[in-house]
């Protein structure tokens, strides 16, 4: 038993991320206050010993520093800075800690008006999926002062394992956008390799296989070859989700006036994955985009 | 000491890495006979207990199985079918093991003709670079038929560490491309992603660090990252083998009616590396061709 005294925390949002990241904080013994917006999504957190509160500006109230996971940045504006908003209840000397994958400059902005309140705000996006959502190995890439980043680093070492203080607010969601940049090309990257193999037949799943020892590794290569190989697409990360970051990226870099071909086309082939109605999907299901295009399937028998 | 007897071994192509990759053959404890075009490239060979020959043809008829490691599918028809080439050499029973990274049509075509004189042909081509053939970590994707993969495996061995047998001739190589195809697609990713985050004003080394420990991770983002940030493209794999690569996979695609629109946009990058004059250069060198299109370049300081 430690004697330590743990601030309270609050949390808000208990998607497919949400929920296992806020159970693991529980499970390392922070009290914790939820809000929900549809009651069910809480009830398996109250099981865990978390709090109910009926707004955001409640738990502002109850807890010290709070999480916010939501799926796009109208919601997190909404939760921080909305009618019932966290920003109605938050003490002097608290911390708002965004995980959410939004726009760096609303961050910016929203962090802006919390510091005229004395609150500090963190953007913290995550990497990792729902794996590493439940087994608490996220990576967290962090935006922020270094004394709020370090008094929540505990916190994060409850849900993750590699976490990087990037730089100051926005940084983190800048970092987010890099990493949806370089997934998303690679999953396009893995679904033109395996579809090459399919159609020049060679067995694609040997080929994943020797390529994993080499330098085409990739985490992509590995878990999302994996699943193109099986035609399994269930999430994972959904392609709506992806293409909502995707378009956050491209205004970022329509702003900085910066040309990225690459993200580009691998944003179109996530746009058609959405537009033939598979947003619900694991983004690897820009495998079938390609396959359609290509008119070869793979697994397909080879005459 | 074992008392087992050893094959005698043929080695042809000591540049980058085939040199490497001997030297792991003779002190694994293999009676290596060499030959080179430019007789000083088989110097340290020689040092290391290697004899020399002064032809391919010379070559075969000292070596039971015979490894070729040159440039191109020329290179490896000269010294396969040309005219002091190994052909006019082998022996019944022979094995000819080409490493290079060629065409698989070419690769079935030279098969087929030396299983007409009773040899058999694999191709294995190899990912891991300089420093895996150095370390004997090199990726094998072979072709051929399972008893030439099965008398060739301990060698293979000797040089590397994921030896997958993916299928019949030219199989090998088809996988290789699969290779080239995610690595460039891969560095091209890498480069964009850090690219952004420069622009952005986050510190594209801390979001490196970041985005390794999630599903962003790649052995590229890992080798080639660090070689973006240092601005540093000693080879490694030169950008002008990458195009010969690129090429060769493109050449396939078109004979399949596949179409690669990521593939396609990645080699038009390293034809760009080529064009301004760093064929030379590592194929990350891809960065500086992004680096000058957008007027940003890595490292430099954010005003």
Known sequence: MTTRTLEHIG???????????????????????????????????????????????EVAEHAEIIFTMVADTPDVEQVILGEAGLIHGLRLGSVVVD??????????????????????????????????????????????TDSAFQRVLPLFQAMGKNIVHIGSNGAGQIAKSCNQIL??????????????????????????????????????????????????????????????????VQEIAAELKLPLPGTALASQWINAVVANGQGELDSSALLTVLEQMAGVKIGELQG
């Open 11 to 57: 949390f808000i949002g208990f998607g497919i991320m949400g929920k296992p990241m806020a159970l693991n904080l529980i499970n390392a013994g922070w009290p914790l206050w939820g809000y929900a917006r549809r009651a069910e999504s809480l009830q398996p957190l109250l099981q865990a010993g978390a709090r109910a509160c009926a707004s955001p500006r």
């Open 99 to 144: 995980m959410s994958t939004i726009s760096a400059s609303v961050t910016r902005r929203i962090a802006a008006t919390l510091a005229a309140g004395g609150v500090d705000m963190l953007d913290a996006p995550v990497s990792g999926g729902e794996t590493g959502a439940i087994q608490g190995t996220l990576s967290f890439m962090v935006g922020g």
């Open 183 to 248: 997934v998303a090309q690679t999953i396009a990257g893995v679904a033109e390799a395996l579809l090459f193999a399919q159609a020049a037949g060679a067995d694609p799943a040997k080929v994943r296989q020797a390529l994993l020892g080499g330098f085409a590794y990739s985490k992509i290569l590995e878990v999302h070859g994996q699943r193109m190989l099986d035609h399994q697409f269930q999430p994972g990360f959904k392609a709506g989700l992806h293409q909502k970051d995707m378009r956050i």
